[in-house]
């Protein structure tokens, strides 16, 4: 089973790869996780993936698709979010290993920016938290490390709207490209993270035909 989330920022895409892996044991492979490692390490190529993500940018179509190739080419099923986000990476993946479902969360403007908003992360682990959904049990504390929780940099209002312009303007041209091919399936993702879990397993186990 090889599966790829598409979506804009703020859809629901890590948390619910997180959980799709965890239950069907599919390695999950998450893109933004990959590149913040990476600026973590503080190497030449740690600071220049930091410029892009601070900017709100794509980082380029070369050094992404390098760093997720390498991982791909090790795991036979994988659940790949934020991967491919342009054309050329699309291409890319599809002569190295061919998705089977492009899952693509469509979500409203007003979500993405709220849910954003109630977005908090882990510096130390990377888990995600959602002030409203899912919040930690201690006020702006990891539940897994105990470190001080912070909001992403390249969530902040700014960044948000550049990372938007982005998406509409190099991610989105991926559905027609998907269409043709025959393995995109359309996801609800408003409303609740179980909601719309349980429309991805239908989706997935090919119970649900009703927004192929
Ligand atoms: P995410 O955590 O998936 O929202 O990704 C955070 C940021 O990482 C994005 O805004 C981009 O700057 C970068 N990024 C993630 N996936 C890709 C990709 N496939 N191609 C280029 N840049 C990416």
Redesign the pocket.
Known sequence: MRISFLGP?GSG??TQAERLSKEFGIPHIA???I?RDTIRKDTSLGKKVKA??GM????P?DI?TEL?LEKIDKAEDFLI??????LA?AERLEKTAPIGILLFFQVSEATIVSRLAQRRICPSCGRVYNLTSDPPIIAGVCDRCGRSLIVRE?DRETTVKR?LEVYRGETLPLIEYYERKGTLRYLDAEGDPDTVYEKIKRIVCGDDNSEV
Do not use: A
Request: aromatic share 8%.
């Open positions: 920022p895409k890590g893109t933004g996780d590149l892009y993500l709100g940018r794509l980082v179509d992404i997720i979010d934020g991967f491919p986000r342009t990476q390249d990372r």
